[in-house]
């Protein structure tokens, strides 16, 4: 076995354990993966189409790519239609935009930052296609170290104890968002994206640095070197308190 395959394989079996513990998958599913060109969605959409394949769970996937016109934040759209035809799954491309500065805003959107905007943007449109596509389910490419990094911002920022779960039924429409890579350390993500030869992304955002996140994560690094375990405590604390699954 390949130190490829060998990654693929553990990464494969987090990715099972997390659909049965959580119940992500279900027959007759249909999923939209938000594939954004970035390792993890990349990945995602490999293990998805992969899985798609074997009788149990049966659910159909497709996947949809936001293009946002008016920010420097860009995937070759050839290579995503590439890797997508390779794995059988068909690819919608989307372009929307927004307004990064305060001009021209509402006052509620004047106090919102540009990554908020942002993803609220790319998020509209994913709902939007689930929809006229009878998804059932948007699959997004989050790994364990964002849900960890999560739960820090917010016991910092917000005073409270939570994270993007596992599972999450909306409340106003009839569809879930499921994290499949949610059991996964980004490590094994970063380690096995360099073996399989994924295209990095042409630009990247220019919001993307200084933000509360990256503070996360600096902080979550440092909570490491105190504690190797860390990451499983804080885990072990999410599970315990039911924050990976919401209805």
């Known amino acids: ?66 293009r946002m016109e008016n920010i420097q934040y860009e995937t070759d759209t050839s290579y995503l239609q590439h890797f997508c035809d390779e794995l059988g799954v068909p690819l919608h491309i989307r372009t929307t935009s927004f307004i990064p500065d305060a001009s021209g805003q509402s006052q509620a959107a004047k106090q919102k930052p540009p990554c908020f905007l942002c993803s609220w943007n790319r998020r509209k449109q994913l709902f939007n296609l689930a929809q006229e596509l009878g998804c059932n ?3 997004l490419g989050h790994h364990q170290d964002d849900l960890l990094h999560t739960a820090l911002m917010n016991l910092l920022y917000q005073g409270r104890f939570g994270t993007m779960p596992a599972r999450l039924q909306m409340k106003k429409m009839p569809l879930n968002i499921i994290r499949p890579l949610c059991l996964v350390p980004e490590e094994l993500i970063r380690q096995y994206a360099l073996l399989a030869h994924y295209e990095k992304q042409l630009k990247v955002c220019p919001y993307e640095h200084d933000t509360n996140r990256t503070a996360a994560r600096g902080l979550f690094e440092q909570l490491e070197a105190l504690n190797p375990e860390a990451r499983y405590s804080l885990w072990n604390a999410l599970v315990r308190d039911a924050k990976l699954v919401e209805y």
């Open 137 to 139: 389910k948007i699959a």
């Open 1 to 66: 076995m390949t130190e490829q395959e060998r990654l693929y394989k553990k990464i494969n079996e987090l990715f099972v354990k997390a659909f049965v513990t959580y119940r992500l998958l279900e027959d007759e599913d249909r999923v939209l993966v938000g594939l954004s060109g970035g390792k993890d969605s990349l990945l995602l959409t490999d293990l998805l189409s992969r899985r798609a394949r074997i009788d149990h769970p049966r659910f159909h996937v497709e996947a949809i790519h936001v």
